[in-house]
């Protein structure tokens, strides 16, 4: 398969603290500090660009950081097609990372969550092989709204459909049954594994699987520092153990391995050699701080 890959989601700026000793209530916890540039779907664009994609993402974005962001994206080989909100600031996303490199999120979803149909343009899937949804398009009413047109228009191309569901908190708000709907149009999901939990109903990673893949077509179930499963048609066909790595920040190393995983499937890979590429996507981002790939 060749072609490009247009991704549909968000852009935030993140504000990453990564501090060694637990949160300490009503006083300081010392941590270092960064602004950097984040968001799923834009990380998973930097890192499917990083691995030889030609990647599209459309966004929106608060006119506070417009132009870092599209610089940001640009330089990370990703072409920006980014709506700029004139009233709502660009998403932020407060990223607590502990000693473990465990990270917890604090999220305004800003003008991310003002992403709907009116910013669609048919053209963005011209010469697209794969379109790519961040789960947190289906956040809002507007977001499902411009996911259900984007999947319509892909399908009438015959250009498959994947999800990234994102957020088991956000999940369990909207209602497990509502995103589970609103998914449907997609051929392949890549949860992490409270998610694919959550959202097959089991607490068996092998079982939640060959479920969502039975579902969908295929599912890639991302496990951490125990690697990822790979199911086809409701029977797992793959499990790939996870790159070794000296774990600094978890965030966004799940939008890592989607992104290297889906500029493999664009380059032909298979299911399984593909799932390898994201494992080792996945490990050389929680060496680094933030959630995009090192700098070109």
Same mark, same amino acid.
């Given at each position: 398969m060749t072609g490009a890959l247009l991704v549909i989601g968000d852009v935030v700026t993140d504000l990453v603290a990564l501090h060694d000793r637990p949160l300490a209530p009503h006083t300081d916890t010392a941590a270092r500090i960064a602004v950097l540039p984040g968001g799923s779907a834009a990380n998973s664009a930097a890192w499917a660009a990083h691995s030889g994609a030609e990647v599209r993402l459309l966004s929106r974005v608060g006119t506070d950081s417009a132009d870092w962001h599209r610089a940001e994206l640009l330089g990370a080989g990703v072409r920006p097609h980014l709506v700029v909100d004139p009233q709502l600031s660009t998403a932020v996303v407060i990223c607590l990372v502990d000693a473990e490199a465990e990270r917890t999120f604090v999220t305004d979803s800003g003008a991310a969550a003002r992403l709907g149909p009116a910013d669609w343009d048919p053209a963005l899937l011209d010469g697209v092989a794969r379109l790519h949804l961040s789960g947190y398009l289906y956040f809002a009413d507007q977001g499902r709204k411009l996911a259900e047109l984007a999947v319509a228009a892909a399908d009438a191309r015959g250009v498959p459909v994947s999800v990234d569901p994102a957020s088991t908190g956000f999940i369990e708000r909207l209602g497990v049954a509502t995103f589970r709907a609103a998914i449907e149009g997609a051929g392949l999901l890549l =949860?992490?594994?409270?998610?694919?939990?959550?959202?097959?109903?089991?607490?068996? =990673?092998?079982? +939640?699987?060959?479920?969502?893949?039975?579902?969908?077509?295929?599912?890639?179930? &991302?496990?951490?520092?125990?690697?990822?499963?790979?199911?086809?048609?409701? &029977?797992?066909?793959?499990?790939?153990?996870? +790159? =070794?790595?000296?774990?600094?920040?978890? #965030?966004?190393?799940?939008?890592?391995? #989607?992104?290297?995983?889906?500029?493999?499937?664009?380059?032909?890979?298979?299911?399984?050699? +593909? #799932?390898?590429?994201?494992?080792a996507a996945g490990a050389r981002s929680v060496a680094l701080t933030g959630g995009r790939p090192p700098a070109r």
């Open positions: =949860p992490n594994l409270a998610e694919a939990r959550l959202l097959a109903g089991t607490d068996d =990673p092998a079982a +939640a699987a060959e479920l969502l893949s039975a579902a969908h077509g295929e599912a890639v179930v &991302k496990l951490g520092p125990q690697g990822a499963l790979a199911a086809r048609a409701g &029977k797992v066909v793959a499990r790939i153990p996870a +790159a =070794p790595c000296v774990p600094v920040d978890s #965030t966004g190393a799940g939008d890592a391995f #989607t992104g290297a995983f889906l500029a493999a499937r664009l380059r032909g890979v298979e299911l399984a050699e +593909a #799932t390898a590429a994201g494992c």
